[in-house]
């Protein structure tokens, strides 16, 4: 017998069943008998083949499955579908079934009896395989049997105390009775473990949940939790269960875009994190998503893509269009498509499904496209989404969603009610002008890092999305076709100016040769009167020279003479 | 106690055929006082209705519980008429001796008035 995981309290038996286990914070009570009611069709005979088959496959357990409706052959070819081998279980010892028939109409009643035939019975097969665990299904038909309801309550009380006695781990089931738990109130003798399993239709879409009622000596999950029975069993989704508290990553992951990648002051997003991508009809949601995964796929990462609208296909040869190629990553088994039509299940069930997916699929990015297709009320899509988001960041998986708003407006209901669990907001946007579209984008936010405050225009290319180097004039932000004739009037303006001040500059040039020439001229002038004044002055001075010598001499002739 | 006076095959009453012999069998688990009384009730009633035409076989769930799941044995003491068919199932001690006879179809509803 496997090692029984040494907890406190009540030692505990794993079902197996994925999630369920978490609720229960381990198993079901080991030696103890577990109600486990609901309605007809909601899965109680499914999650007692479950326990039982687990047991005998996965802990090392054999049991019992003692059936009050359905014949073992019946039971066998039932759970065949999901891969469940009853009859090799059995013939390998670790398996024992017994169909108990009972026919009112059959049974005359002739005074005292009691049920020791069934004891004897389960105690035989118990003891055939060595059973450790063991299924009453449905326990309440001995009811519709045995007239004396009185013998019927007190047979099954020692029943209880037997299965207790010889250390069994049991599943009673029961139908869901009016106002009680189950038909003929059960449930007042099974008090160490009640499960209530529900199934709901809502909008024609059918969801399945479930409870745990009771728990007698062990904490428990107390919320309502959905499950999902398809082909792959059951898994129920303790979504809600973790805390907010998780380990964070450092690292930037690329988002595919340069351009994109150039907003965000970091380069990147924070792997881990959750980005919304919202956006109207048209405004390449998808196509950025996929340009998300290509760039994840280049480094080697598993990449999950949630398709709700498209076809894996179809969104293979769209994004080929943009020079994305999926189809690759897809053969590589890096990449994996899960295409389902919203009105396929009901919102938990989506849910269901994606975290059996991720936890099967380990992808490091995940993208669901678009989490709008999602249908139903407000709060529950909410409750919804943050569950998806939460159960992504809980095991470290960077999560893009994208979101098509229906209207153009900058704020919407919705977006605004998702963004608060998004670490980061992307918002695409198309601007209407001069009989064109164009598209443009923004980061609102982005948690932990900074990021460019600019609504920049981008284009879908053969080679992807590329963003445009902004436009920023005194007429505003401009886009397309009014960017590309504001930047050429722009362009027109520059030269003409450019050519009129090299004209001026030439003209000022020539002017200031002429001054220049001017100047010139005025010294040579100078320079000739400078030469003119010294003339004369020597001339004057040779005159007065001449003067006086010619007066002495005069004067000595007159003096001499006379 | 009486146990087992034929071997538990099947078949071999049945070649009987039904010409108003009583093959009857009758479950217990081990020796209670209701199993007892059940046994004295029974083969009062056959020597007194059926003297002659009639055999029974005690099996006792004790000892051969193998045996329940056959007959589909739940209640505590059983009295299974193999013979004559269709087979019927008797519960409880047997002291109500009218619906014994109900139950055997040796006394018809229709006696009752």
New interface residues.
């Given amino acids: 017998m496997p090692p029984e995981p040494a907890t406190t309290a009540p030692s505990k038996s794993a079902t197996g069943i994925a999630g369920f286990d978490e609720i229960l914070l381990g198993g079901l009570p080991t030696a103890r008998p577990t109600l486990i009611c609901g309605a007809a069709g909601c899965g109680k005979t499914l999650f007692a083949i479950t326990f039982l088959v687990n047991g005998a496959t996965r802990f090392g357990e054999s049991g019992v499955f003692m059936s009050f409706e359905e014949r073992a052959e019946d039971l066998a070819a039932n759970v065949a579908s999901l891969g469940y081998d009853l009859d090799g279980l059995v013939e390998a010892g670790k398996l024992a079934l ?1 169909h ?3 026919e009112r109409s ?13 004891f ?2 389960l ?2 097969a118990v ?1 055939s395989v060595g059973a450790k665990r063991v299924v009453l299904d449905t326990i309440e038909s ?1 009811f519709s ?2 007239s004396d309801t009185a013998v019927l309550r007190a047979e099954l009380r020692r029943l209880f105390t037997w299965i207790k006695e010889r250390g069994l781990t049991a599943i009673i089931t029961g139908e869901r009775g009016e106002g009680l738990l189950t038909r003929h109130g059960l449930e007042e003798y099974i008090s160490d473990c009640v499960v209530l399993l529900d199934n709901r239709v809502i909008d024609q879409i059918m969801t399945r949940r479930l409870r745990v009622v009771k728990y007698r000596g062990s904490a428990h999950g107390t919320n309502e939790y959905p499950f999902l029975i398809d082909a792959a069993g059951i898994s129920v989704l303790p979504v809600t269960s973790s805390g907010i508290d998780r380990p964070v990553s450092n690292e930037i992951v690329s988002t595919g875009i340069a351009g994109l990648d150039a907003m965000l002051r970091n380069g990147g997003l924070y792997r881990g994190s959750s980005i919304l991508l919202s956006g109207v009809a048209g405004t390449g949601k998808t196509t950025i998503g996929s340009h998300f995964i290509d760039a994840a796929c280049r480094r080697g990462e598993r990449c999950m893509f949630f398709v709700f609208e498209e076809g894996a296909e179809e969104i293979c040869r769209n994004v080929l269009s943009v020079g994305i190629d999926l189809r690759r990553w897809a053969d590589a088994g890096l990449l994996r498509f899960e295409a389902a039509r919203p009105s396929l299940y009901g919102l938990e069930m989506h849910l269901a499904r994606m975290q059996r997916d991720v936890a099967e699929f380990q992808p490091s990015v995940v993208v669901v496209d678009p989490i709008s297709a999602f249908r139903g009320p407000i709060a529950e899509v909410h409750a919804t989404l943050l569950r998806m988001v939460d159960l992504l960041k809980s095991v470290g998986i960077t999560g893009l969603f994208t979101s098509l708003r229906t209207t153009g407006s900058l704020h919407d209901g919705t977006d605004q009610a998702l963004s608060s669990l998004m670490d980061s907001w992307i918002k695409l946007m198309d601007i209407e002008a001069n009989g064109e579209r164009n598209r443009v984008l923004y980061v609102i936010k982005s948690r932990g890092s900074s990021h460019s405050n600019q609504v920049r225009e981008y284009r879908m290319t053969d080679s992807g999305i590329e963003l445009i180097e902004p436009y920023i004039g005194p007429e505003g932000v401009l886009t397309g076709t009014a960017r590309i004739t504001q930047e050429a009037r722009e362009q027109a303006a520059a030269e003409r100016r450019q050519r009129d001040i090299e004209q001026r500059r030439r003209a000022s040039e020539r002017r200031q040769d002429a001054l220049e020439r001017q100047i010139a001229e005025l010294s040579a002038a100078l320079e000739a009167e400078h030469d003119e004044a010294r003339a004369l002055q020597l001339a004057d001075a040779a005159h007065d020279a001449g003067l006086s010598r010619d007066r002495s001499a005069i004067a000595a002739r007159r003096g001499g003479a006379e | 106690m009486t146990q087992g006076q034929s071997p538990f095959d099947e078949s071999a009453p049945d070649a009987d055929g039904d010409n108003g012999y009583y093959y009857l069998r009758l ?1 217990v ?1 081990g020796h209670t006082a ?1 199993s007892m ?2 046994m004295t ?1 029974l083969r009062h009633v056959c020597e007194t209705h059926l003297a002659g035409r009639y055999e029974i076989e005690v099996i006792d ?2 000892q051969n ?2 045996l ?2 056959g007959d ?7 009295l299974v008429r193999r013979l004559p068919t269709p ?10 001796t009218e ?2 006879l ?2 055997l179809d040796i006394r018809r509803k229709a006696d009752v008035p």
């Fill in positions: 017994d108990v028939r009972v059959e049974i005359e009643e002739t005074g005292q009896y009691d049920l020791e035939g069934l004897v019975r105690g035989y003891d001995l049997g045995f | 479950y688990a209701r009384a059940a009730n769930l004790v519980p193998r329940a799941a589909q044995i739940l209640a505590i003491p059983t087979l019927k199932r008797i519960i409880g001690d047997l002291s109500d619906r014994v109900v139950g």
